[in-house]
C-alpha cells in the first residue's frame, strides 16, 4: 500500500471541506487511477471544468505512479494574475 | 539565472519601485512594466473585492520557470514577477511584471509571454465577493 498527503485548493477546499487530508491507495497506483478514486469520493470535484494534480510541487501527467509519502496537490482551474 | 530574475509572493502590499529597480540597468533600452490591477465589475456585477490563495512554494517555482523561460526564449537582461495573496479592494495590485532588454521588442514579448503563462500554471486563485455571494473564477465550465 502506498500512503500519501492530498492537499486541496481553491474551490476544492470547498467541496471536500478541508485543507488536506491522508490517504492509503494501493501500490502502482497511477495520478489517472487516483483521479477517479478522488471523485468517487468526493463526486462533487465532477463539476468542476477540470482538475491538475501535482506531485510533491510539481505538475503530474495521468500515468506517473504514486510513491509512499508523495504530497499531492488537487489543482483546480487556476486563476491568478 | 537567479541573478536575472525576481520571484516574490507576499501578502502585503507589492511594490512597483522594487520590481522597476531589479531590472533597471546601463545596459536597457527599455523596461516593459505589467500592473495587474482589481476590477471593479465582472459581467457587468459589481465586485466588491477579491481574495487570493496559492499553493506558495509551488507558485514560486512555477514563476520561476516562467521567469527562466523568458530569459532563454527572449533577448532580455532582467525580469521580475511578483504576486500578492490574501483580500485586495478594487484597484489594488495583485500582480506586478517588469522586463528590461536592449531593444523594446523583446521586453513587451517577454512580459506578455510572463503574464499569459502565469494565468495558466501558476496555482494561485481568486475568489471574487460580490454584494449577494461569492465565485472561484474559471472553477466551473
Redesign the interface.
Known amino acids: 500500500m502506498t500512503h500519501i498527503q492530498v ?1 486541496f ?3 476544492t477546499t ?1 467541496i471536500v471541506g478541508e485543507n488536506s487530508t491522508s490517504l492509503t491507495v494501493e501500490s502502482n497506483t497511477s495520478i489517472k487511477i487516483l483521479k477517479s478514486k478522488l471523485i468517487q469520493k468526493y463526486p462533487s470535484l465532477k ?3 477540470e482538475f491538475a494534480i ?1 506531485v510533491n ?3 503530474a501527467e495521468n500515468d506517473l505512479i504514486l510513491k509512499d509519502n508523495d504530497v499531492v ?1 488537487v ?7 | 539565472m537567479s541573478n536575472k530574475t525576481s520571484i516574490f509572493i507576499t501578502t502585503n502590499k507589492l511594490d512597483l519601485q522594487s520590481c522597476y529597480d531589479f531590472v533597471q540597468g546601463s545596459a536597457c533600452g527599455g523596461i516593459s512594466v505589467f500592473v ?1 490591477t482589481v476590477r471593479n465589475s465582472t459581467n457587468s456585477k459589481e465586485v466588491k473585492f477579491l481574495d ?4 506558495e ?3 514560486i ?1 512555477e514563476m520561476k520557470k516562467i521567469a527562466d523561460r523568458a530569459i532563454e526564449e527572449f533577448d532580455i537582461h532582467k525580469i521580475a514577477i511578483h ?1 500578492a495573496l490574501g483580500k485586495l479592494n478594487i484597484g489594488e495590485i ?2 506586478i511584471i517588469t522586463v528590461s532588454s536592449a531593444h523594446r521588442k523583446a521586453a513587451f514579448e517577454a512580459c506578455q509571454f510572463a ?1 499569459d503563462t ?9 475568489k471574487e465577493y460580490f454584494s449577494d455571494g461569492e465565485v ?6
Not at chain 1, 489543482?75 to 494574475?81: A, R
Not at chain 2, 487570493?52 to 499553493?55: C, L, V
Request: hydrophobic fraction near 40%; aromatic fraction near 12%.
Open positions: 492537499l485548493f481553491g474551490i470547498d463539476n468542476l471544468n501535482a510541487e510539481e505538475y496537490a489543482i483546480p482551474p487556476v486563476s491568478g494574475g | 495587474g487570493f490563495s496559492g499553493y512554494p509551488m507558485a517555482k504576486h495583485p500582480v503574464i502565469l494565468k495558466e500554471t501558476v496555482p494561485i486563485w481568486k472561484w473564477v474559471n472553477a466551473h465550465p
